[in-house]
C-alpha cells in the first residue's frame, strides 16, 4: 500500500497568513492527488485535483503543486473559514489512500 | 441537484452486521462508480472501496475483504454497504462519495452526509 504522510500534524496560524502543507508519498504516484478540506462534523469537501487544478468554486488563495512523491497545499491568505481539517489522497494505486491530516487552527 | 441521503445512525452489538444505504439522486445512478469512507471519531479518513453501479462490480480494500459487501439497487438509485463481524474498533462515521473521472484524473464530488456505526455490547 502506497503511505501518504502529511505534515505538520498541526498548525496555529492567523488570519492572513500564508500556509504551506505537505503530503508526501512513500512511492511515486504521479500527479494522481486530491486535497479535500474537512470541517467538523461535516463531509470532507473538494479542493484540488489533479495535485494542482482548482475545483470549480473553490476560492483562488488555494493552490496545490507537486508530482512524484512530493506535494503541496497552500492558502495565500487564511480566512476565518479556513480554519479546518485538510487530508490529501491518493488514487494512483488500489487501494486508495489518506494523509492522516493537517488541523488548521487559529492562533 | 446531486444529493446522496444515507440511512441513519445505528448501534450494534459485536459480532454482527450492518447495512448502511446511500440514496442518490439528481444524476444518473449508473453513470458514476460509488465509493465509501470511513472516519473513527477523532481520526482520519480510510477508504474501503468501490461498487459500479452499472455492472454491480466492486473493489474493496484489502483490509475489509471478506467483512465488507457493497451492492446497489439501480431500481430505486440506492448504494449499500454492508460490513459483518463488527468489532468494537469499526465504530465510525460511514460516508458514501460518488467519484467523478474528468481529464484523466479522478476525485470525490458529492459525499453522503454520513452514518454513525457504534459497535458497543
Redesign the interface.
Given at each position: 500500500?502506497i503511505q501518504m504522510t502529511q505534515s505538520p500534524s498541526s498548525l496555529s496560524a492567523s488570519v492572513g497568513d500564508r500556509v504551506t502543507l505537505t503530503c508526501r508519498a512513500s512511492q511515486g504516484i504521479r500527479?494522481?492527488l486530491?486535497w479535500?478540506q474537512?470541517k467538523p462534523g461535516k463531509?470532507?469537501?473538494?479542493l484540488i485535483?489533479?495535485a494542482s487544478?482548482l475545483?470549480s468554486g473553490v476560492p483562488s488563495r488555494f493552490s496545490g503543486s507537486g508530482s512524484g512523491t512530493e506535494f503541496t497545499l497552500t492558502i495565500s491568505s487564511l480566512q476565518p473559514e479556513d480554519f479546518a481539517t485538510y487530508?490529501c489522497?491518493q488514487?494512483n494505486s488500489?487501494?486508495?489512500?489518506?494523509?492522516?491530516?493537517t488541523k488548521v487552527e487559529i492562533k | 441537484q446531486v444529493q446522496l441521503v444515507q440511512s441513519g445512525a445505528e448501534v450494534q452489538k459485536p459480532g454482527t452486521s450492518v447495512k448502511v444505504s446511500c440514496k442518490a439522486s439528481g444524476y444518473t445512478f449508473t453513470g458514476y462508480y460509488m465509493?465509501w469512507v470511513r472516519q473513527a471519531p477523532g481520526q482520519?479518513?480510510?477508504?474501503m472501496?468501490w461498487i459500479n453501479p452499472n455492472s454491480g462490480g466492486t473493489?474493496y480494500?484489502?483490509?475489509f475483504q471478506g467483512r465488507v459487501t457493497m451492492t446497489r439497487d439501480t431500481s430505486i438509485t440506492t448504494a449499500y454497504m454492508d460490513l459483518s463481524s463488527l468489532r468494537s474498533d469499526d465504530t465510525a462515521m460511514y460516508?458514501c462519495?460518488r467519484v467523478r473521472l474528468?481529464?484523466g484524473?479522478?476525485?470525490?464530488?458529492y459525499?453522503?452526509?454520513?452514518t454513525l456505526i457504534t459497535v458497543s455490547s
Open positions: 500500500d500527479n494522481d486530491g479535500y474537512q463531509a470532507p469537501k473538494r485535483y489533479a487544478s475545483q487530508y489522497l488514487h488500489y487501494p486508495w489512500t489518506f494523509g492522516q491530516g | 465509493h482520519g479518513l480510510e477508504w472501496g473493489n480494500a484489502q483490509k460516508y462519495a474528468y481529464s484524473t479522478y476525485y470525490f464530488d459525499w453522503g452526509q454520513g
